[in-house]
């Protein structure tokens, strides 16, 4: 158990629909990264936030969005979704700023089915 | 730019067997780090090692082994007398000092069979 919460674990849902996925990060951690995996382009780094700003961010669609809230647990908003949005979205959370000096603790993942 | 080539896709070995896993990287960075992560058919990511660029010592954690060659830009990882339990994805990722992301290669499929 790596500490780090996600839900739902599983989600479907049909094209052109809204869907948040919620993370809490491992206590005392105060970075989430928010990734994607998908068949077709692996594991993909979306975003991530350091104690409530933006830190970075990769390859997330205009039609995404997340946010980190005080408490420091964090959603990802996925709107006006598609077939190819079908994947397994992962958050992970670790204590410094950038991913480069430790580790990142992954949760089991939110798998997302669009129909 | 940072990248992460794992060029076996698929390897099936039978048990007790040892497997090695291949990862390059490429990356401008003197300072960057390495990692392999586990992934079960169970879904989640877990960690296995992590290794600054500055350390090119092997490492061995139980049947575990990670062989490091900057001269090679290499990260490979041996797993010895191989058990059905390994049987998972393995991603080779990199992330450079002061980036904040970790880039993953395509991930092996490994088959251990009894």
């Known amino acids: 158990d790596s500490g780090v919460t996600q839900t739902p674990k599983h989600l479907i849902t049909a094209t052109g629909q809204r869907v948040t996925l919620r993370c809490s990060p491992r206590?005392?951690?105060?970075?989430v990264y928010w990734y994607q995996q998908s068949l077709d382009q692996g594991l993909q780094f979306l975003i991530q936030y350091y104690n409530g700003e933006e830190r970075a961010k990769g390859n997330i669609l205009e039609r995404f969005s997340a946010q980190q809230f005080p408490d420091l647990h964090s959603e990802l908003n996925l709107s006006s979704l598609e077939l190819g949005d079908s994947a397994l979205y992962f958050c992970a959370s670790s204590v410094e700023g950038g991913a480069g000096t430790g580790e990142l603790f992954f949760g089991e993942g939110s798998r997302l089915t669009v129909l | 730019a940072q990248k992460v080539t794992q060029a076996q896709t698929e390897i099936s070995v039978v048990e007790k067997e040892d497997v090695t896993l291949d990862c390059v990287y490429e990356?401008?960075?003197?300072?960057?780090?390495l990692f392999w992560y586990k992934q079960p058919p169970s879904g989640e990511l877990v960690f296995l090692i992590r290794?600054?660029?500055?350390?090119?010592q092997n490492e061995i954690s139980g049947r575990y082994s990670w062989n490091f060659q900057k001269s090679t830009s290499s990260f490979n990882f041996t797993i010895t007398a191989s058990q059905v339990v390994d049987s998972a994805v393995y991603f080779c990722?990199?992330?450079?000092?002061?980036?904040?992301?970790?880039?993953f290669g395509a991930g092996t499929i490994l088959r251990v069979k009894s």
């Open positions: 990722a990199l992330s450079e000092a002061g980036r904040n992301k970790l880039v």
């Open positions: 290794r600054n660029s500055f350390d090119e």
């Open positions: 990356t401008r960075d003197t300072t960057y780090y």
């Open positions: 206590s005392g951690d105060l970075s």
